[in-house]
């Protein structure tokens, strides 16, 4: 067995957390062959729906691809909804025991209605407050306790619908470094310097500028900006590992000691949805494997190149990845 084997079979040892915002995406569609009379809208006619697990739950789904064992840890409605999601979860090999459900919440569902292969409207179910006092109590208490059970790491996974607070954020970093367990973030904007401490920050180039305010323009093509923003992150931030997603241009990682850039490879790009969450969850086992940051870095490049010659948010495909890592990192 050579080592890219023996490391995907490490893939298969590990329990990961996943600490966030947890959706279904639900799909409707059919075929459209004329206008509504009743308003300037086209009619679609039915042929099927379909429900998906979205936000941090997709994230969980790239780690079941992988052979990894994710615990789902999240708030969400005590609804009909919720009953879809943890239907989902079983389905799909992951744990909910890190679900709280609360009364007071409803659980987030994106509607997609696609005519003819094409998205026509997007429709919302959420709640984007942020969740109470007692909700943060329970949630971290659930977490506390799952981190007693040989977790390999945590990922908390923002996309600013009100679970990750910053009173969350900080009670589970805290924990996880108690137990000496990695923590890693794919960030949202509203908590962007609530995670300090954390070991691992993988922010997009986007969120990067947003989260540092920066007005003036840098790019990858010009390093001395670039790196001192990221200098400027890490500052504020105290964390160990920055590793910055780049588009076309690949990644960056760096953890104090080195620092490298990993090119992205020719692609045929279909959809770039999910990629970040295969990104994070690549990184995260690769990390809790305990190799190098630039063979991370490698590692969840070709992973999120991957993911986008596909459409639709797909969860990496595990003998694809390691042909593909054994092909490109010889």
């Given at each position: 067995m050579d080592a890219i084997d023996k490391l995907f079979s490490q893939f298969e040892t590990k329990r990961i957390l996943v600490v966030g915002d947890v959706m279904i995406d639900a799909y409707v569609r059919g075929k459209v062959n004329r206008v509504s009379p009743e308003a300037p809208v086209p009619i679609v006619s039915l042929d099927k729906e379909e429900d998906r697990?979205?936000?941090?739950?997709?994230?969980?789904?790239?780690?079941?691809?992988?052979?990894?064992?994710?615990?789902?840890?999240?708030?969400?409605?005590?609804?009909?909804?919720?009953?879809?999601?943890?239907?989902?979860?079983?389905?799909?090999?992951?744990?909910g025991d890190g679900l709280i459900y609360s009364q007071d919440r409803q659980t987030t569902v994106k509607t997609r209605v696609i005519g003819n292969n094409q998205q026509l409207l997007r429709i919302d179910s959420e709640q984007t407050d942020p969740i109470s006092s007692e909700e943060e109590k329970v949630l971290v208490e659930r977490i506390a306790e799952l981190l007693k059970n040989e977790v390999d790491a945590v990922i908390f996974e923002d996309y600013?619908?009100?679970?990750?607070?910053?009173?969350?954020?900080?009670?589970?970093?805290?924990?996880?470094?108690?137990?000496?367990?990695?923590?890693?973030?794919?960030?949202?904007?509203?908590?962007?310097?609530?995670?300090?401490?954390?070991?691992?920050?993988?922010?997009n180039l986007k969120e990067l500028k947003e989260g540092l305010n920066k007005l003036v323009k840098f790019d990858p093509v010009d390093k001395t900006n670039f790196e001192n923003a990221v200098s400027e992150l890490e500052e504020k931030l105290k964390n160990k590992i920055s590793f910055v997603t780049l588009s076309e241009h690949g990644?960056?990682?760096?953890?104090?000691?080195?620092?490298?850039?990993?090119?992205?490879?020719?692609?045929?790009?279909?959809?770039?949805?999910?990629?970040?969450?295969?990104?994070?969850?690549?990184?995260?086992?690769c990390l809790a494997a305990g190799i190098s940051v630039e063979q991370i870095a490698e590692m969840a490049n070709i992973a999120g190149g991957l993911v986008c010659e596909t459409s639709g948010v797909v969860p990496v495909d595990k003998d694809q990845l390691r042909s593909e890592v054994k092909r490109l990192l010889k």
């Open positions: 697990l979205g936000g941090a739950a997709n994230v969980a789904l790239n780690l079941v691809a992988l052979g990894a064992k994710p615990v789902i840890c999240s708030v969400v409605g005590n609804d009909r909804h919720a009953k879809d999601l943890q239907r989902l979860l079983t389905e799909s090999g992951i744990s600013n619908k009100g679970v990750l607070t910053p009173t969350v954020i900080e009670a589970v970093i805290a924990e996880s470094k108690k137990q000496n367990i990695p923590t890693t973030v794919d960030p949202k904007k509203d908590n962007f310097f609530a995670y300090k401490g954390v070991t691992l920050f993988k922010p990644v960056f990682i760096r953890d104090g000691q080195q620092q490298h850039y990993a090119e992205a490879h020719p692609r045929t790009i279909a959809d770039v949805s999910g990629a970040g969450d295969t990104v994070i969850a690549v990184a995260t086992l």
